[in-house]
């Protein structure tokens, strides 16, 4: 069904339970409706004005508007109580690393549906940052306020009828509006009805807020121009308190909100959890191609795969999640090169969503423009990053910002800083107060990608190379950098720093000699590469976690990592290695390696020791198996040439082995994520590795 035709389906049914809840009102304030025709015919026009300008959604460039009763999921909500639960930088830290999954939520959050809570609170302020759903949360509801009221006990189950237990009568007013027009509710809720032909506006107007007929939906506090924000508050607080048996509904971003409204109830809009994402692309890719071809389930497919975690973070927030199943939708696929997708991204929160809603009122856009804001970013960013913070106080956020503006040349004018922090805050959301006083990125994502572009030049990139290629926490800032233009330049700086590695453990210098000895070379530089790392794989059976005992996740861990490495690098080649050795998966192991051009394997020897072992392992004895997975082992690496009792590995002994690994792992994947690097500068790089 098309957007149009879920339109005016729509707009069919509203008519008819609009008229009935008139009809309820008017008998109910004590009006005569003697003009049963001319009610019904400004009904129908005020219904068909409010779906036509609230029903329906088009932001990001869409071609056409969708439907939001066909597009439109149930929001969560959560109390603001959060911002007081933390006295600590080290207590949101610690929370955040608990969670380990890359979302700023507290894990004691109750989430409520949120017209759930609707229906219950007379006086609710929706808060949220940029995109989080504000306005089409309060758009909604109008809606529901004007569909037929349900029998059923679960009326969620069918679009058709309402949510919302209250009979009222919906009145959407921006308040962006006020910029032009004067202030004044009543004025303007009555020409929401007048404008329809509505007979006696004014008396209908009036004893509806006398009796508490009308939902009043008040959006965007945030986007009142600033010289009228006073005056704005106070009418809104006056006109809820005068007319205090209606329903008010008011959205505000958060960081712009200061407990103005003291009656309402205050609740922010939660991030979207998998289900809501999963929900949401099924509403999205709907149509009857989309169906037969499953888009939604190979869209939430890919953007669930481990690889796609840091996407799938941004797809939590409505407006990039719109934007991610924008950009699905016209390749079938998420875009290979991230640091193009994030840069999008964050462009969306910078500019376009805020120019798309007209939100900027004050001139520090004038002579602070975009670049310079991002390159600001990029350095608080990086410096927080660097300094191991996810979570920094305002102190340091002014620090930083003050900073850069000091060094800045030919500004056209003295910028308040305040103003400056505002607006990254207020205006597009890129930072979020999590505590008092306590901020971060809008996402972990952010600040890598901004972290990443502050390294985007040449004289940067030694100090990330030198100062972070071993630390696990920074990958995601060498991905994203080599996303961002060639990488002949970072991956080579990568491969000096591992031969300082090399010299500076001599240990691991035996285990490359012997994987260069091991192996025939070829032609190709990367199928040598992969082939010597595969035969680090073997010996990093050898290694014993910190446990104190073979077998342990950390060990597992590390030789997988060089399997899956060996095995990515060259998908048309099988690496076949069994963890667990029998005899069976021995001499499969054997005939793996010769297939790989393994040229040092004494097979005759192999055969005749193997026939030596006993199978099983022996009854009642402790670990006995274990110990028999390892007389394979140990068989295998003999007959490969390499002497293992002589390095007696263990944890401490092989971790420079491990670290040059991951290290290796890391610079495979950065050529995986680059934008270009010519062949002759990974020929060399696979030259010098192991």
Not at 178 to 202: A, G, M, Q, T
Request: net charge neutral; with cysteine; charged share 25%.
């Amino acid at each position: 069904m098309s957007s149009e035709d879920i339109a005016n389906k729509l707009i069919e049914e509203s008519i008819k339970a609009t008229f009935e809840t008139v009809l309820t009102i008017s008998q109910s304030i004590g009006l005569k409706i003697n003009e049963k025709i001319n009610v019904n015919k400004a009904i129908k026009g005020y219904v068909e004005n409010y779906v036509h300008r609230h029903g329906q959604i088009k932001v990001l460039g869409m071609p056409k508007p969708i439907s939001l009763q066909s597009i439109y999921i149930n929001v969560d909500v959560n109390t603001t109580s959060y911002l007081n639960l933390y006295q600590s930088l080290n207590g949101l830290e610690e929370d955040f690393r608990e969670k380990s999954n890359r979302r700023f939520h507290h894990h004691t959050a109750i989430r409520k549906q949120g017209i759930e809570i609707a229906n219950e609170e007379k006086y609710l302020n929706i808060l949220g940052a940029p995109g989080a759903g504000k306005s089409t949360f309060l758009k909604r509801i109008g809606l529901e306020a004007l569909l037929p009221k349900s029998k059923s006990s679960n009326p969620a189950k069918d679009k058709s009828y309402s949510s919302y237990d209250h009979y009222c009568l919906p009145v959407l007013i921006e308040l962006k509006r006020f910029k032009i027009e004067e202030v004044d509710l009543f004025e303007i809720i009555k020409d929401e009805f007048v404008s329809c032909d509505f007979p006696e506006s004014d008396t209908f107007v009036s004893k509806c807020l006398e009796h508490g007929k009308l939902l009043i939906l008040l959006d965007g506090l945030d986007e009142v121009p600033t010289d009228k924000i006073d005056r704005v508050i106070t009418h809104i607080q006056d006109f809820s308190d005068k007319y205090k048996k209606n329903r008010f509904i008011t959205s505000c971003r958060t960081a712009f909100y200061k407990t103005y409204f003291r009656s309402f109830v205050d609740v922010e809009i939660s991030d979207f959890d998998n289900n809501q994402i999963f929900r949401f692309a099924h509403n999205w890719f709907s149509s009857k191609y989309d169906l037969e071809l499953s888009t939604a389930d190979n869209f939430t497919k890919l953007l669930f795969e481990n690889r796609h975690e840091a996407t799938l973070e941004l797809a939590r927030t409505p407006l990039l999640l719109t934007f991610l199943c924008m950009t699905y939708d016209n390749s079938t696929q998420l875009p290979a090169n991230r640091s193009l997708l994030y840069k999008r991204a964050l462009y969306i929160l910078l500019e376009r969503w805020a120019a798309e809603k007209r939100v900027h009122n004050d001139d520090i856009y004038q002579d602070f423009h975009a670049d310079l804001e991002v390159e600001m970013l990029a350095e608080i960013a990086c410096s927080m990053y660097d300094a191991g913070k996810i979570f920094f106080s305002k102190d340091d956020l002014t620090f930083c910002v003050n900073s850069y503006i000091a060094n800045i040349l030919n500004i056209g004018k003295r910028i308040n800083t305040s103003k400056v922090i505002e607006a990254i805050e207020v205006h597009q959301g890129l930072l979020v107060q999590r505590a008092s006083d306590i901020y971060s990125f809008s996402h972990l994502t952010i600040q890598e990608y901004l972290t990443s572009y502050y390294f985007f030049s040449k004289s940067k990139v030694p100090e990330l190379v030198n100062n972070h290629l071993f630390d696990s926490k920074w990958r995601e800032v060498f991905l994203l950098l080599s996303g961002m233009s060639n990488t002949d330049y970072l991956l080579s700086l990568c491969s000096d720093k591992l031969h300082a590695f090399e010299l500076e453990n001599p240990k691991i210098l035996n285990y490359f000699k012997w994987s260069q000895e091991v192996v025939i070379p070829s032609d190709d530089a990367q199928l040598n590469l992969s082939r010597r790392i595969f035969a680090l794989s073997i010996l990093l059976q050898f290694v014993r976690g910190p446990e104190g005992y073979t077998g342990s996740v950390v060990n597992v861990h590390y030789e997988d990592t060089a399997l899956e490495l060996a095995s990515r690098m060259n998908k048309n080649i099988q690496f076949n290695y069994y963890i667990n050795l029998n005899k069976k998966r021995a001499l499969k192991s054997l005939e793996n390696l010769q297939e790989l051009n393994f040229m040092r394997i004494n097979s005759s020897l192999f055969l005749t020791e193997i026939n030596k072992i006993e199978d099983k392992p022996i009854a009642g004895i402790m670990g006995s198996r274990n110990r028999q997975n390892k007389r394979y082992l140990n068989l295998l690496i003999q007959c490969l040439g390499f002497d293992i009792t002589q390095y007696k590995p263990g944890y401490v002994k092989m971790k420079p082995l491990v670290e040059y690994i991951e290290a290796c792992e890391l610079i495979i994947r950065c050529k995986e994520e680059s934008m270009t690097i010519t062949k002759d500068a990974w020929e060399k790089v696979c030259n010098n590795l192991v």
